[in-house]
């Protein structure tokens, strides 16, 4: 009994010891467990891939222009005293651009003042004085004359008053003359004066330039000018600004062309807000034609650009599967791309920008 039980116990120290050496083995559950879950799926949106009728488009080259530029001329003439506007400086509607000297006029307001003053004192005292004599006159007790007398009185100092006050808005209205302010807000692309120079009225004082909104004109081949409508939207890539794509409108198409070339100037009206586009930039617009075609569409948020590929990220057995596209045009949040997919296959609009080929995902609702 003694044996069996010392073989007993030693089989089961021979066990512990083993089990502790296995379990103190560095990575020796761990790691294999790692290695046999790997990463977890990553998180992301998917779309389905549509087919639809959409606008052929084509892309032309066109330059960016001012809508409004404007010489401000002065409508007085006199001597620049305050001119502190330079090249380049950006103003605001109403801002002061130019005061001429206008020391004789201020001198003459002040006199017109004090006369109003005076011919107001005495319409006041030619008033009461009328007032007194037609009560007399009520009454029969002043005679016909002295009546007349003090009704032209008052009468004509009532005419002298209003020629006063036509004198003092004249004169306040040629000292407001003497400054020249901004119409509208935009750039100084010229000064025409400086401090101490003479100004005739109507003389030039800067050439201003509104860039609130931008104008693009693109000479257009006649065979798709006629598939063109006024008022469509257009995308606009003004590439030395932003990768982003603008949303502009066709003001007019012209009716003049270019003999020649066979191509007629269509222009577009473009919001700048920022004013970070300069008039005679480079300008890509996307027009949409009148002429229908099949084409498979994704979310623009499903194209990512890598190097100089565009890709989509379609999902297939749980896992990324990398798509190399091209971008055949732009549909209000949609872009329209050639590749080796199929209607209704879903891809990646969320989470693409991390995923790797390959790479495990978890589709979220």
Do not use: C
């Amino acid at each position: 009994m003694l044996n069996l039980f010392n073989k007993s116990a030693f089989s089961r120290f021979l066990f512990v010891a083993a089990l502790t050496f296995f379990l103190s083995m560095p990575g020796a559950l761990a790691g294999d467990a790692g290695k046999s879950k790997g990463p977890p799926p990553v998180p992301v949106r998917v779309a389905k891939v549509e087919k639809k009728m959409v606008s052929e488009q084509v892309s032309l080259i066109g330059t960016t222009e001012a809508i409004a530029t404007s010489m401000v001329a002065s409508e007085a003439s006199g001597v620049v005293e305050y001119f502190i506007i330079k090249e380049g400086d950006f103003v605001k509607k109403g801002k002061l651009l130019v005061r001429l000297k206008s020391i004789d006029l201020n001198l003459r307001l002040k006199a017109a003042v004090a006369e109003r003053g005076k011919i107001r004192a005495n319409f006041q005292n030619a008033r009461k004085e009328l007032e007194r004599v037609s009560k007399l006159k009520e009454t029969n007790s002043v005679a016909e004359k002295r009546y007349d007398n003090a009704h032209y009185a008052h009468l004509a100092l009532s005419n002298e008053l209003l020629r006063s006050e036509a004198d003092i808005e004249r004169l306040k209205y040629d000292i407001k003359q003497k400054q020249v302010i901004a119409p509208f807000s935009g750039f100084v692309a010229r000064e025409h004066t400086q401090v101490g120079e003479w100004i005739n009225a109507g003389g030039p004082v800067v050439t201003l330039v509104d860039l609130g909104q931008v104008r693009i004109t693109v000479d257009v081949p006649e065979r798709y000018v006629v598939m063109l409508a006024p008022k469509n939207k257009v995308k606009v890539w003004v590439k030395s600004i932003s990768s982003d794509l603008l949303t502009g409108k066709i003001s007019s198409v012209l009716p003049q062309g270019n003999p020649d070339a066979r191509t007629f100037p269509v222009r577009i009206n473009l919001p700048n807000p920022g004013l970070k586009i300069k008039s005679g930039m480079e300008a890509m617009v996307t027009f949409n034609l009148s002429t229908k075609k099949n084409a498979l569409l994704v979310p623009k948020d499903a194209v990512v650009t890598m190097g100089n590929n565009r890709m989509v990220y379609l999902v297939a057995g749980g896992k990324a599967v990398p798509v190399v596209v091209k971008i055949l045009g732009y549909y209000d949040g949609n872009v329209a791309v050639e590749g080796k997919f199929i209607p209704g296959a879903p891809v990646v609009i969320r989470g693409n920008e991390r995923l790797r080929p390959g790479q495990a995902v978890s589709v979220q609702k």
